[in-house]
C-alpha cells in the first residue's frame, strides 16, 4: 500500500476543535488514529474535542495519562482513548486489552511510538507540532496507507 499525506494548519483551539468534530463524525468501530507530537503539542486536547463531539451530552474528558485508557459509549459505537506515554513495554499494551480494541472500537491513541508492532495498519496518524512564532497556532502532518482515509481526509482538509 502506498503511503499518502497532508499538511494542515489549525490557527486556534477553535481549529483544531472543528477538525477533530469532522474527524468524529465519520469514524467508526475498527477506525484507530494515532496522535503523535511532544508534550504541549495538542494531543489529548484533540482527542478530547473528538470525544465530546460524538456525546449526546459533552461531559468532562480527563486525560488518561494515569489511567492508561478511558472508554466511552458514543452513538458512533465504543470509544477508547489511551495515554500509552508511560508503557514501557508492548507486553502492557496487551494487558490494557488494547489491541482487541482495534478491531472492535473507535480507538484514539496518543504516544503510539509505545506500540510498536501492534499497530494496526489501516491507521491514521496525525503528528502535530506547534508554531514557536505563533503558540496558539498547530502543524498536522496526517498520514495513512489504507485507501479507506483518501476521502476522510480530502474532506477535512480545508
Not at 495498519?121 to 496507507?145: G, N, V, Y
Given at each position: 500500500?502506498a503511503h499518502r499525506?497532508?499538511?494542515?494548519i489549525?490557527?486556534?483551539?477553535t481549529d483544531t476543535?472543528r477538525f477533530?468534530?469532522a474527524?468524529g463524525a465519520v469514524?467508526?468501530?475498527?477506525?484507530?488514529?494515532?496522535?503523535?507530537?511532544?508534550?504541549?503539542a495538542g494531543k489529548?486536547?484533540l482527542?478530547r474535542?473528538?470525544?465530546?463531539?460524538?456525546?449526546?451530552?459533552?461531559?468532562d474528558?480527563p486525560?488518561?495519562?494515569?489511567?492508561?485508557v478511558?472508554t466511552?459509549?458514543?452513538?458512533?459505537?465504543?470509544?477508547?482513548?489511551?495515554?500509552l506515554?508511560r508503557?514501557s513495554?508492548?507486553?502492557?499494551?496487551?494487558e490494557?486489552?488494547?489491541?482487541?480494541a482495534?478491531n472492535t472500537?473507535?480507538?484514539?491513541?496518543?504516544?503510539?511510538?509505545?506500540?510498536g508492532?501492534?499497530a494496526?495498519e489501516?491507521?491514521?496518524?496525525?503528528?502535530l507540532?506547534t508554531d514557536?512564532?505563533?503558540?496558539?497556532?498547530?502543524k498536522?502532518l496526517?498520514?495513512?496507507s489504507?485507501?479507506r482515509?483518501?476521502?476522510?481526509?480530502?474532506d477535512?482538509?480545508p
Amino acid at each position: 500500500m502506498a503511503h499518502r499525506h497532508a499538511k494542515l494548519i489549525f490557527h486556534s483551539e477553535t481549529d483544531t476543535a472543528r477538525f477533530a468534530a469532522a474527524l468524529g463524525a465519520v469514524l467508526r468501530p475498527g477506525d484507530t488514529v494515532l496522535l503523535d507530537g511532544d508534550i504541549g503539542a495538542g494531543k489529548t486536547f484533540l482527542a478530547r474535542s473528538l470525544i465530546q463531539s460524538l456525546q449526546d451530552l459533552p461531559e468532562d474528558v480527563p486525560s488518561p495519562t494515569f489511567t492508561l485508557v478511558q472508554t466511552y459509549d458514543t452513538p458512533a459505537g465504543e470509544l477508547w482513548h489511551s495515554d500509552l506515554y508511560r508503557i514501557s513495554s508492548t507486553d502492557e499494551i496487551e494487558e490494557l486489552g488494547l489491541t482487541d480494541a482495534f478491531n472492535t472500537a473507535i480507538c484514539l491513541v496518543e504516544w503510539p511510538d509505545r506500540l510498536g508492532q501492534d499497530a494496526p495498519e489501516s491507521t491514521l496518524h496525525i503528528q502535530l507540532s506547534t508554531d514557536p512564532e505563533h503558540p496558539e497556532r498547530r502543524k498536522a502532518l496526517l498520514s495513512w496507507s489504507d485507501d479507506r482515509w483518501n476521502a476522510i481526509v480530502k474532506d477535512l482538509a480545508p
